[in-house]
């Protein structure tokens, strides 16, 4: 069988190195191992709007954002295919089909749509749109035959909830839907960076967020505010690791060959952290340290990203074919879904 690739971000504002850690970094490592035949990435704009429905220039303004970022990491639309979900027309009727397959007690125990409802304090009063979002997403995932679905460990139960509508189809009508695997981030110790305040998750909404559009002196403003161990108060006092940002994002960025060009001393982060530890190491430089380790990573995305951003009608062509292509996909992975249904009356076979 063909490995393809379905995966995407929900288009609520520009994408930050959380993303980038989590996932797109991920991404384009996927594009160019050449081990898949078709890369579908989805700028989830339908699935945006189940939280951000009375606000719909938001999500509008952010598709131009979400996009110009792709190209910034390296995403190559020759190569993958972005677009976007809402003009998909076959992702709406196949949601409507899987719906009859998922309880609304199955949808309210699924552990990741009751953390984002506590989240958005939405436990009064969810949208049905919001809460149905698993079904959506299968549709998704289905639509493109996509056997692998790149994610963190918090949307495992997501891509569970899809096996389960996908055995449930192919067992009452047809064996006709793929059955995605996931498949986790190598970056196990970097999951999810923690914003630069030290909360649990970068947010938008929190202001926490290093972007990937961020000029060189908004990233060193940030790195220089960063949290770190606020017990380490003098120099010589020992430090912690565990909950410092500082180190996390050393953990997720550093290379060994980057302590040789800016901080010789030390052979590599596991030496830096020892010398935090036992005392002797200030914050201030290993925040330099991290800000140069950042800027070697950010500076080429920010230079590409610049340069797309010029060409604002390349953007919307690229956006456009791939969303040609995308809803050709779809449209027969439907016909399939219909026919096993026995609700393709006007087909001629």
Do not use: W
């Not at 125990?109 to 698993?134: D, W």
């Not at 040789?260 to 001393?265: D, G, H, N, S």
Request: contains cysteine.
């Amino acid at each position: 069988m063909d490995k393809i690739i379905l995966t995407g971000d929900r288009p609520t504002g520009k994408l930050h190195i959380g993303h980038y850690v989590g996932s797109l970094r991920e991404r384009v490592k996927l594009q160019e191992s050449g081990e898949f035949k078709k890369i579908f990435i989805m700028i989830a704009d339908a699935q945006a709007l189940t939280d951000n429905f009375d606000n719909p220039e938001k999500i509008r303004a952010s598709i131009k954002e979400v996009a110009l970022d792709y190209l910034g990491v390296g995403l190559n639309p020759e190569k993958s295919v972005i677009f976007i979900q809402s003009q998909i027309p076959a992702l709406a009727e196949l949601t409507m089909y899987y719906m009859n397959l998922v309880t609304v007690a199955r949808l309210s125990r699924n552990p990741t749509v009751k953390s984002e409802i506590q989240m958005r304090n939405f436990e009064a009063n969810i949208p049905t749109g919001f809460l149905c979002y698993p079904i959506s997403q299968a549709a998704d995932i289905t639509a493109f035959n996509a056997t692998t679905v790149p994610v963190g460990e918090d949307q495992k139960p997501m891509i569970e909830q899809t096996r389960e509508i996908v055995r449930k189809f192919n067992e009452i009508y047809e064996p006709v839907l793929t059955e995605p695997d996931i498949l986790l981030s190598s970056n196990k110790s970097c999951l999810r960076l923690p914003g630069t305040d030290g909360k649990a998750k970068m947010s938008k909404s929190l202001g926490n967020c290093i972007y990937l559009s961020d000029s060189a002196e908004d990233v060193a403003k940030k790195v220089k505010s960063m949290y770190t161990d606020p017990t380490h108060i003098k120099v010589s006092d020992p430090g912690h690791i565990e909950g410092n940002t500082v180190f996390t994002y050393l953990d997720a960025f550093s290379k060994e060959e980057q302590f040789k060009k800016y901080l010789p001393e030390y052979n590599n982060l596991d030496e830096l952290k020892e010398h935090y530890k036992k005392g002797g190491l200030g914050d201030v430089k290993i925040k330099k340290f991290l800000n140069a380790v950042l800027e070697e990573e950010l500076s080429t995305i920010r230079e590409r990203r610049r340069e797309y951003e010029k060409d604002e009608a390349f953007v919307y062509d690229m956006l456009k074919k791939g969303t040609e292509i995308a809803r050709e996909e779809a449209a027969k992975t439907l016909e399939n879904v219909k026919k096993a249904m026995k609700i393709d009356y006007f087909s001629l076979s």
